[in-house]
């Protein structure tokens, strides 16, 4: 500092990112361990990628707004341009062209990256986010979005959704673009079709009926559903499956990379009618590579809009430490024997902390409570004649003697391990 | 590109840092799980937090090297100096900082962040790697130390380490302080002289004892390690445990932060003799938050270090993928109903992959062996009707008839879920 006094330096974490204090974590572990699961029951596999790659890979393919404004985008001291991932497809797109010759089909991929993206915070948007990616690559038919689809509607239910909870909303890109055709001079104004499209509901109905006509020279109709036969196919698959769609011929998703039918999850909640996720078919990943083509259709879910999901709807899970029991100490001339007995416990597949302090009894129990540890016993001079614990449970006070060798079992079997 | 020719963009990622295919992923959560267990399993609690820091963080107490060569370090749209994180401590030290009040001690924590150096790629030295941080805080007595040289001791064995694998060297920062005082004008001199003990071992004996005699008046003289009674207690309390410690009076360890103790473990292995990673105390860590103090002790533990172990002690485990079944079908026709069958599987708790290609059987087995995918399964008219199956294990071929209910269960007794 100028002023030369010395500056007490900040505790706040950089503007938009989160700090995941234990209890911040065990939602976090909560979120990305059911991503995980759900995804590795339908056989897709874990890959990973640096947040760091080239920035070149973002400047052919992603929505200009993204390149432009929103990335974090620095030189390194090597003069190379880097980019702070903000979004994982590229990413993959890259390792798959890499590897294109040596693809097992169908291949199913996910990962749960965090993603940047330079934008003011605000609620479910942070600059900052970790985001489940699911990928099915090589189906060309529509076995792929079936299966897609209902990956999502499956990972719903396992955050606890019911179905009226959410809502599963499909269009075809295709399909707009054959109805919109006669419209557009060449595909380049399809795009800005699109946003027009995707904003619809959110402006008044004469203000887009005005827009549409000036922009396009010609008056506003509407898709036909019928007029697309993969939706029809996928609808009753879908239905077979027990997954509810609803068509929406307005809904158009950000990214320019998607090639035919889009998908997009809402919450119904009326204090939080929002988009939680979304996806689609996008079979031009490779284009940018070269390399030959890969057919793909995929979500992206991200863990702040999870959340939110799962505050609205109450479907939080109640902390649980990632520590079974406490071992307290009489004084600490017996924290040595503490540490042996939990060693002991160790080996018997218990997680477990040591008081290592000059605190009382009493003290030390408060700090295990504090901590949510559910289990604790003290360890003292009758305790190490005997060999007997009084082994205590803090929720409930249940408190009973436990000889050393029935201590794991007492607890795995509480506990549910 | 200038030329006005489409440039193929490279499918490599960004330099010095990795891709994880699904094989590479499979070792990387072999290495973080059995970190993470370690941890958990001595009443350690995971935390995390962004790899973005505010630079600020990095300028009062990393050592200058890191700061001014080795960071990442950028300015944000918004004008903010924004660094990658080069390691977690000073992460740490700002959440506790944050709820200083708060914390219930002893409080052991772990995170295994991605951390970020601007360095010269070589083995074992990337740009990004993933490290293992346990810290234990709250605790001045040395019991702090004897519980986290025994928790790297358990790190080392639960990757498969046998005891003359490696070698744990101890250290005291306060036993060099008082065996060398004599030859400081004050305590900023420090940090030299470790760095000049430190490189003992690479100089040869005349260079260093010429440049010791030069830099600090007087001729060198070697550190007792009887001077310091931590020391002797921390080495027996460690034998008693099983842990085994060698005195090294030149571990002087890079960071300008530890306070007294610091040890470091080692490679025994004759083509790979370098250190493994390590720690110590660092008492004065909320210093610069101008917080109440907070005496700690803790380690780091690089994941390509633990990779290069890994291999040179063959210790690798060998591939399997997240995949249990893969449901080949008769034809296209089937794949409904295989899908459906999958579903059946997948409540059981199995993780399955479908077929949806218009291949031929054997071309099916051929990618789910390719994918290291265990059993598999036709389905076909007979199947169907039957609704019995002939579940075939690809590694040994063995093919048994096994109804649809039983295949779950089967499948399981076999890996053993």
Redesign the interface.
């Known amino acids: 500092m100028e002023s030369g006094i010395k500056r ?8 938009g ?6 209890e911040d ?1 065990f939602v ?2 909560y979120i990305l361990e059911t991503m995980r699961e759900t995804a ?4 897709y ?10 920035a ?2 973002y400047e ?1 393919k992603t929505s200009q707004e993204i390149v432009s ?1 929103q990335t ?1 985008t ?5 003069e ?1 341009r ?1 980019t ?1 991932r903000p979004e994982m497809t590229p990413s993959v797109a ?2 798959l ?3 294109r010759r040596e693809l ?3 291949l ?2 996910y990962s749960i990256p ?1 993603v ?1 993206r ?1 934008e003011r915070p605000q609620r479910g948007r942070l ?2 986010h970790w985001q489940l990616n699911c990928d ?1 690559f ?2 060309f ?1 529509i ?2 979005e ?2 897609i689809i ?1 990956l999502a509607d499956r990972l719903m239910q396992a955050f606890g959704a019911k179905k009226n909870d959410y809502e599963i909303r499909v269009n075809s890109r295709t399909l707009l673009m054959n109805t919109y055709r006669s419209l557009l001079k060449d595909g380049s104004e399809f795009p800005e079709l699109l946003r027009l499209l995707d904003r619809k509901d959110k402006m008044e109905s004469d203000t887009f009926l005005s827009a549409w006509q000036e922009r396009f020279g010609a008056p506003f109709k509407d898709v036909e559903a019928t007029d697309h036969p993969p939706l029809k196919e996928l609808t009753e ?1 879908l239905t ?2 027990n997954v509810d769609i609803t068509f929406d011929p307005f809904l158009a998703r950000g990214f320019d990379y998607y090639t035919d039918i889009v998908f997009e999850v809402f919450d119904t909640a009326p204090d939080n009618r929002r988009s939680l996720f979304g996806g689609g078919r996008y079979d031009r990943l490779l284009e ?4 030959e083509p890969l057919p793909a259709v995929g979500f992206g879910m991200g863990d702040v809009t999870v959340r939110d999901f799962l505050t609205t709807h109450n479907l939080m899970p109640a902390y649980r ?3 079974d029991l ?1 071992l307290a100490t009489f004084d ?1 001339s017996y ?2 024997a503490a ?2 007995l ?2 002991f416990l ?1 080996e018997k597949g ?8 000059d605190k009382k009894v009493g003290d030390q129990v ?2 295990a409570d ?2 949510h ?1 559910p289990f604790i016993l003290v360890v003292g001079e009758n305790e190490m004649k005997t060999q007997t614990f009084k082994l205590k449970h803090l929720a409930t006070t249940d408190e009973r003697e436990v000889p050393r060798e029935e201590i794991a079992p007492t607890i795995q079997k509480r506990i549910g391990a």
Chains 1, 2 share one sequence.
């Open positions: 007490k330096l900040s505790t706040e974490p950089y503007k990112v989160r700090d995941f204090y234990p974590m976090h572990n590795e029951r339908f056989g596999l874990e890959y990973s990628a640096s947040v760091l790659e080239p070149e890979l052919a404004e974090y620095f030189i390194d001291r090597g190379r880097v702070l890259r390792m062209a890499g590897r097992a089909l169908p199913r991929l965090n940047f330079y600059r900052e099915l090589g189906v038919g076995e792929a079936i299966e209902t698959a077979e499956r940018i590579f070269d390399a430490p990632s520590t406490f600490t924290i040595g540490q042996e939990a060693e160790r218990l997680r477990v902390a040591v008081n290592l302090l408060k700090t504090k901590l540890i």
